[in-house]
């Protein structure tokens, strides 16, 4: 970058820190209604948040609020928030759902209101009301023909500026928006959040916002296309004015002078000058090559044909509609020394840097020379700039900006408040999602969550409900509830019990069912244990669980009935565990060759039933116990189901296949585990049709993707070593063995070793309430913090409205859901049971 252009850069953070220092003397006003509508000018603009006085949800809005105030001032709008008292009759204060709102005026018009999850931070609040005001100067479109139709009205009058942004409300938008309010009267600018669109012009990032200028206001033939121009810089204010700059600046200027004396905006903004040398037998030829190399240039340098002789001066441009394009600056002479061969200048933007003279032969060479330069540029300065991007998984991100504009059934649950939050999960069985709607995560997993309750209309009892923390965080606060998304189930008599399993429909889903019975269920006679051991009991169950767990015990067995009891509460929603203890159970017992206490483990999938005795069993093992028993000998490797085999630490023996695997392959390594051979390690397979990543796994241990099938030993948690089954061998049960015995002697050298590196979340989890705490600590109780327990909400009214709870400041920590608490005795074992939680 240019020492000018550092100093352009200081110069506009110096007065962003004045804007912002200024602010603190704007607060944001505090009016009646009266008042506030008293103020509405004509023709202004005014944004207003109805709000109750003192109400500590609004807190978090207020202090966004408070912070756009100059902002949107610096265009022209007020910003105001207007208290509301009960006896308020005015349509913005009456009705509780028109309230938590924000209300855009143009005089005493009403122009749009915005749900305040919409006004997430001050970037949002700039980029709604700018979009909504300059709604002609800004057309939002969706589709490739709107595009297209557009052009085809600017050809020959105007050029145009067309952008891409992931979402409305973001940094990217707001930047848009601010360059239409300046610009919008000198270009056309369009608008998109459509991917498809993206991608039907060419473009194959689409993971980023984009901007295209269109170079139509020379173009009068519909049938031929605008230019474009890609701005490749991120989509900052700053960006986006430097890049339009040098869109209004000449595509190609003639020079007869020093190259180190030129000067062009270009230099101004911290671009480099490419200089065409040119020669009187070339001149025509040269000038074509130039303008190829400035549209090529466009927007990431200047470039300029620099005529050798004096003579030349006499050269004038013959074609008229492109003088402007090719300004002429004439000089009485060159007085610079030019090596002969030279036949192009590069001139960087840095002061006193020399000139470097180049022999370059085509154009392309001209082109990477000038663009890795560039780059080099860009990369020393991102070096020291924005160190603390914010980004976030990119699966989310895709999927919630690619559905966003999906209509989802909301009616299909039941939207909750603060005040109908506890008469609704005390009056019947409750499913509770806590969610925030300007966090990707919540809004990605709102969808399945209204898929499951779509799925189980007019079928269950189960009443699912909602709450957005973001405008009820102290429900969420009382509740426990430190990250998002969360879901809990409320029923009546029963503590709350958390979910905690993955983020998608079918497990939900399996969730909410097995929890139609309260587990664990009790059996009282030995044909209800046949049908129960059968899957007939709870036919409509077993598929939710492919194991039914069944605790025998004599009535004398207290201590080991309250361990089975403490550990089929601690599994509820992940597997059927029924218990029987009448007189009669040792007739089951000798049935099955069981020593009470036993635990009897029936496999409808196999329809074996396994006998494990439980004497002096805990109730953390024997939730490790029935962990077990629910993962397969040899699975299917998934991206959903790698961190439960992943757990237990064991070398992972993967078989990977470009579709279903060879039965004796099969054959082969169950042979192997029946045999107990691979008892230290963990066999499984992955499917690439199904799982596509293998294939990204497959380059990183060879480099290029190897012939399939193949076996591969993963000893991730030991050295990190890769060994590969040799390819010229057949996977038997022979070669197989006699390979582990090379593995364990040594004799087998690897073939790469994985980083140590720990597999974590791009950022860690935010603890977002506790911020709002935060910003709401004057309406604590004032007691000293403590532990916080989960609210039992069977209460009486007067418990619930006596607050006596005093919030625990978590750590921040790098899981998505927040694991439901438990004794400290029992933390391992959920990590055991739950590790996918931790990708």
Same mark, same amino acid.
């Given at each position: 970058?240019?020492?000018?252009?550092?100093?352009?850069?200081?110069?506009?953070?110096?007065?962003?820190?004045?804007?912002?220092?200024?602010?603190?003397?704007?607060?944001?006003?505090?009016?009646?209604?009266?008042?506030?509508?008293?103020?509405?000018?004509?023709?202004?603009?005014?944004?207003?948040?109805?709000?109750?006085?003192?109400?500590?949800?609004?807190?978090?809005?207020?202090?966004?609020?408070?912070?756009?105030?100059?902002?949107?001032?610096?265009?022209?709008?007020?910003?105001?928030?207007?208290?509301?008292?009960?006896?308020?009759?005015?349509?913005?204060?009456?009705?509780?759902?028109?309230?938590?709102?924000?209300?855009?005026?143009?005089?005493?018009?009403?122009?749009?209101?915005?749900?305040?999850?919409?006004?997430?931070?001050?970037?949002?609040?700039?980029?709604?009301?700018?979009?909504?005001?300059?709604?002609?100067?800004?057309?939002?479109?969706?589709?490739?023909?709107?595009?297209?139709?557009?052009?085809?009205?600017?050809?020959?009058?105007?050029?145009?500026?067309?952008?891409?942004?992931?979402?409305?409300?973001?940094?990217?938008?707001?930047?848009?928006?601010?360059?239409?309010?300046?610009?919008?009267?000198?270009?056309?600018?369009?608008?998109?959040?459509?991917?498809?669109?993206?991608?039907?012009?060419?473009?194959?990032?689409?993971?980023?916002?984009?901007?295209?200028?269109?170079?139509?206001?020379?173009?009068?033939?519909?049938?031929?296309?605008?230019?474009?121009?890609?701005?490749?810089?991120?989509?900052?204010?700053?960006?986006?004015?430097?890049?339009?700059?040098?869109?209004?600046?000449?595509?190609?200027?003639?020079?007869?002078?020093?190259?180190?004396?030129?000067?062009?905006?270009?230099?101004?903004?911290?671009?480099?000058?490419?200089?065409?040398?040119?020669?009187?037998?070339?001149?025509?030829?040269?000038?074509?090559?130039?303008?190829?190399?400035?549209?090529?240039?466009?927007?990431?340098?200047?470039?300029?044909?620099?005529?050798?002789?004096?003579?030349?001066?006499?050269?004038?441009?013959?074609?008229?509609?492109?003088?402007?394009?090719?300004?002429?600056?004439?000089?009485?002479?060159?007085?610079?020394?030019?090596?002969?061969?030279?036949?192009?200048?590069?001139?960087?933007?840095?002061?006193?840097?020399?000139?470097?003279?180049?022999?370059?032969?085509?154009?392309?060479?001209?082109?990477?020379?000038?663009?890795?330069?560039?780059?080099?540029?860009?990369?020393?300065?991102?070096?020291?700039?924005?160190?603390?991007?914010?980004?976030?998984?990119?699966?989310?991100?895709?999927?919630?900006?690619?559905?966003?504009?999906?209509?989802?059934?909301? &009616? %299909?649950?039941?939207? +909750?408040?603060? /005040?109908?939050?506890?008469?609704? #999960?005390?009056? $019947?069985?409750?499913? =509770? *999602?806590?969610?925030?709607?300007?966090?990707?995560?919540?809004?990605?997993?709102?969808?399945?969550?209204?898929?499951?309750?779509?799925?189980?209309?007019?079928?269950?009892?189960?009443?699912?409900?909602?709450?957005?923390?973001?405008?009820?965080?102290?429900?969420?606060?009382?509740?426990?509830?430190?990250?998002?998304?969360?879901?809990?189930?409320?029923?009546?008599?029963?503590?709350?019990?958390?979910?905690?399993?993955?983020?998608?429909?079918?497990?939900?889903?399996?969730?909410?069912?097995?929890?139609?019975?309260?587990?664990?269920?009790?059996?009282?006679?030995?044909? &209800? %244990?046949?049908?129960? +051991?059968?899957? /007939?009991?709870?036919?409509?169950? #077993?598929?939710? $669980?492919?194991?039914? =767990? *069944?605790?025998?015990?004599?009535?004398?067995?207290?201590?080991?009935?309250?361990?089975?009891?403490?550990?089929?509460?601690?599994?509820?929603?992940?597997?059927?565990?029924?218990?029987?203890?009448?007189?009669?159970?040792?007739?089951?017992?000798?049935?099955?060759?069981?020593?009470?206490?036993?635990?009897?483990?029936?496999?409808?999938?196999?329809?074996?039933?396994?006998?494990?005795?439980?004497?002096?069993?805990?109730?953390?093992?024997?939730?490790?116990?029935?962990?077990?028993?629910?993962?397969?000998?040899?699975?299917?490797?998934?991206?959903?189901?790698?961190?439960?085999?992943?757990?237990?630490?064991?070398?992972?023996?993967?078989?990977?296949?470009?579709?279903?695997?060879?039965?004796?392959?099969?054959?082969?390594?169950?042979?192997?585990?029946?045999?107990?051979?691979?008892?230290?390690?963990?066999?499984?397979?992955?499917?690439?049709?199904?799982?596509?990543?293998?294939?990204?796994?497959?380059?990183?241990?060879?480099?290029?993707?190897?012939?399939?099938?193949?076996?591969?030993?993963?000893?991730?948690?030991?050295?990190?070593?890769?060994?590969?089954?040799?390819?010229?061998?057949?996977?038997?049960?022979?070669?197989?063995?006699?390979?582990?015995?090379?593995?364990?002697?040594?004799?087998?050298?690897?073939?790469?070793?994985?980083?140590?590196?720990?597999?974590?979340?791009?950022?860690?989890?935010?603890?977002?309430?506790?911020?709002?705490?935060?910003?709401?600590?004057?309406?604590?109780?004032?007691?000293?913090?403590?532990?916080?327990?989960?609210?039992?909400?069977?209460?009486?009214?007067?418990?619930?409205?006596?607050?006596?709870?005093?919030?625990?400041?978590?750590?921040?920590?790098?899981?998505?859901?927040?694991?439901?608490?438990?004794?400290?005795?029992?933390?391992?074992?959920?990590?055991?049971?739950?590790?996918?939680?931790?990708?």
């Amino acid at each position: 970058m240019s020492s000018d252009f550092h100093v352009f850069r200081v110069g506009v953070s110096f007065v962003i820190m004045c804007i912002l220092y200024k602010s603190a003397e704007d607060p944001l006003p505090e009016l009646s209604p009266q008042k506030y509508f008293s103020t509405l000018q004509p023709g202004k603009a005014s944004l207003a948040y109805f709000c109750h006085a003192d109400s500590p949800s609004t807190s978090v809005v207020l202090e966004q609020l408070n912070e756009a105030v100059r902002p949107l001032q610096d265009y022209g709008i007020s910003v105001a928030k207007v208290h509301c008292v009960k006896e308020e009759t005015s349509r913005y204060c009456g009705k509780e759902e028109d309230l938590m709102k924000a209300y855009l005026f143009r005089g005493n018009i009403l122009l749009r209101e915005f749900p305040t999850d919409t006004l997430f931070d001050v970037n949002a609040i700039v980029a709604h009301v700018l979009f909504t005001l300059l709604f002609n100067e800004v057309k939002y479109i969706s589709t490739l023909e709107d595009l297209q139709n557009i052009e085809n009205t600017v050809k020959g009058k105007a050029n145009m500026i067309f952008s891409y942004v992931r979402a409305i409300g973001t940094p990217e938008h707001r930047a848009i928006m601010e360059a239409a309010f300046v610009y919008g009267t000198a270009y056309q600018f369009v608008l998109t959040t459509e991917i498809a669109l993206l991608e039907s012009i060419g473009s194959e990032d689409i993971e980023r916002a984009h901007l295209y200028f269109f170079h139509c206001n020379l173009i009068s033939d519909l049938t031929q296309q605008c230019r474009r121009t890609l701005m490749r810089q991120p989509l900052t204010t700053l960006n986006i004015h430097a890049f339009v700059k040098t869109m209004k600046a000449p595509l190609l200027t003639e020079v007869a002078e020093d190259p180190q004396q030129v000067s062009t905006v270009h230099l101004q903004l911290g671009l480099p000058l490419v200089f065409i040398v040119s020669q009187k037998a070339t001149y025509e030829a040269d000038r074509r090559t130039a303008e190829w190399v400035a549209w090529r240039l466009l927007g990431k340098a200047g470039v300029l044909l620099l005529l050798r002789l004096t003579s030349w001066m006499t050269v004038t441009l013959q074609i008229s509609n492109i003088k402007h394009l090719f300004p002429f600056r004439k000089r009485d002479s060159l007085e610079v020394n030019i090596p002969q061969h030279t036949n192009v200048v590069f001139r960087r933007a840095e002061k006193e840097v020399p000139l470097e003279f180049l022999v370059l032969t085509d154009i392309d060479s001209i082109i990477s020379y000038v663009e890795d330069n560039v780059e080099m540029e860009e990369n020393k300065d991102s070096d020291v700039e924005d160190p603390d991007l914010d980004i976030q998984d990119d699966e989310v991100a895709e999927t919630v900006y690619r559905d966003r504009k999906r209509q989802l059934p909301l &009616e %299909v649950t039941m939207e +909750l408040t603060e /005040e109908t939050f506890h008469a609704t #999960v005390m009056a $019947s069985d409750s499913i =509770v *999602l806590f969610y925030a709607g300007w966090q990707a995560v919540s809004m990605a997993f709102l969808q399945s969550y209204i898929d499951v309750a779509v799925k189980l209309k007019g079928t269950s009892t189960m009443l699912l409900t909602r709450i957005n923390c973001a405008d009820w965080s102290g429900v969420c606060t009382k509740q426990n509830v430190t990250e998002f998304p969360a879901v809990k189930m409320y029923k009546k008599g029963e503590n709350p019990v958390s979910y905690a399993g993955m983020l998608g429909t079918e497990d939900l889903l399996k969730f909410i069912q097995l929890n139609r019975i309260s587990c664990p269920v009790s059996i009282t006679s030995i044909q &209800e %244990v046949e049908e129960y +051991l059968n899957g /007939e009991l709870y036919e409509d169950l #077993v598929t939710y $669980s492919s194991v039914s =767990v *069944l605790g025998l015990f004599s009535p004398a067995m207290t201590t080991a009935k309250e361990d089975f009891t403490e550990a089929g509460n601690y599994l509820k929603g992940c597997v059927l565990t029924g218990i029987y203890s009448e007189e009669d159970v040792w007739i089951l017992a000798n049935k099955h060759a069981a020593t009470l206490p036993a635990l009897l483990l029936a496999k409808h999938k196999d329809g074996k039933i396994e006998s494990i005795p439980l004497a002096g069993t805990p109730a953390q093992d024997i939730v490790q116990i029935i962990t077990n028993a629910l993962q397969e000998t040899f699975p299917e490797i998934t991206v959903e189901n790698l961190p439960t085999y992943f757990k237990p630490q064991k070398p992972l023996l993967i078989l990977f296949s470009d579709g279903s695997i060879n039965p004796q392959h099969r054959e082969a390594i169950l042979t192997l585990v029946a045999q107990k051979h691979l008892d230290s390690f963990t066999p499984c397979w992955l499917n690439l049709k199904n799982t596509p990543v293998g294939r990204g796994i497959l380059q990183v241990y060879f480099g290029l993707l190897p012939p399939l099938p193949l076996l591969v030993l993963v000893n991730q948690h030991s050295g990190g070593h890769v060994f590969a089954f040799p390819s010229d061998q057949s996977i038997t049960e022979q070669n197989l063995a006699l390979w582990l015995k090379k593995l364990e002697a040594g004799l087998e050298n690897h073939i790469t070793i994985l980083s140590a590196q720990e597999w974590k979340p791009p950022l860690p989890a935010y603890n977002f309430l506790s911020m709002m705490d935060a910003a709401t600590s004057q309406h604590a109780t004032g007691k000293a913090p403590g532990r916080m327990k989960e609210i039992d909400v069977q209460e009486n009214d007067k418990e619930r409205h006596e607050d006596k709870l005093t919030v625990k400041k978590e750590p921040v920590e790098t899981l998505r859901i927040k694991h439901w608490n438990r004794n400290n005795w029992f933390k391992e074992t959920e990590k055991s049971l739950k590790p996918h939680t931790e990708l």
